[in-house]
């Protein structure tokens, strides 16, 4: 059995913050939309949160969750969602399946064998089909709000391309995401030694910063960023 890391208190916490940051999540999504096939599955799907806003746009989904606690309350908040399916997974693990996509956002650093995860993952995809990550970008950032929550590690691009390549899989793209989150989140949990969580920090960040943000990414990658975006193909 695969080890859950971190504090679960803390998790929900965090999980429960970041979903009053609407904008930030609803960007997320459409960086993933283009990938996803018409049967992704969804690696550590938390509270649901991306799931119901995925499944409008495919035929079918499948959330999944490692910890059997947080996978009762995913069940019971998406029993009325009919087009998506809910099961327990941790990885890494030897199943095999024909999903069109695997889609994971902010897991992998909680993982210890994230290589064996990405091979995991590239098992459940069909030839050809993407994996779709979003990973917290740079170990300079690593602070108490990383330890309490179970990351192992921070990525560059460099490091999650080796990851990827490593697992067998063909980098397609990859850069930087929300650069100005990058500074808030480093003074927030480094410096003021805050957690990311609901709160008018994240109310004001979110409502008046993150669309500039968005916007000027769309015109130019930034150098850095608070996450990486990354899609990879199962070689074909």
């Known amino acids: 059995m695969v080890e859950i890391t971190g504090d679960q208190r803390v998790q929900e916490e965090v999980l429960e913050g970041l979903a009053t940051a609407v904008n930030h999540r609803r960007w997320f999504v459409e960086l993933a939309l283009p990938y996803?096939?018409?049967?992704?599955?969804?690696?550590?799907?938390?509270?649901?949160?991306?799931?119901?806003?995925?499944?409008?746009?495919l035929s079918r989904f499948t959330a999944t969750e490692a910890d059997p606690d947080r996978l009762i309350a995913l069940k019971e908040r998406l029993a009325g969602e009919p087009k998506i399916e809910v099961r327990q997974m941790l990885l890494p693990h030897s199943e095999r399946g024909d999903y069109s996509a695997a889609v994971s956002y902010n897991v992998l650093e909680h993982i210890e064998d994230h290589v064996g995860a990405l091979?995991?993952?590239?098992?459940?995809?069909?030839?050809?089909?993407?994996?779709?990550?979003?990973?917290?970008?740079?170990e300079f950032a690593m602070g108490p709000a990383d330890i309490a929550t179970g990351h192992v590690r921070r990525y560059t691009k460099k490091t999650m391309r080796a990851a990827l390549t490593e697992a067998g899989l063909t980098v397609?793209?990859?850069?930087?995401?929300?650069?100005?989150?990058?500074?808030?989140?480093?003074?927030?949990t480094n410096v003021f030694r805050l957690m990311p969580k609901e709160g008018p920090m994240v109310k004001v960040y979110d409502t008046l910063v993150l669309p500039v943000t968005k916007w000027a990414e769309q015109l130019v990658r930034p150098p850095f960023g608070q996450s990486v975006f990354a899609v990879a193909r199962v070689p074909g």
Do not use: C, Q, T
């Open 36 to 57: 996803l096939g018409d049967n992704p599955i969804e690696i550590g799907s938390g509270l649901g949160y991306y799931a119901m806003e995925w499944a409008p746009y």
């Open 119 to 138: 091979r995991s993952m590239r098992e459940l995809v069909r030839p050809g089909g993407a994996i779709v990550l979003i990973v917290p970008a740079f």
């Open 172 to 188: 397609e793209k990859l850069h930087y995401a929300n650069a100005l989150g990058l500074i808030g989140y480093y003074m927030a």
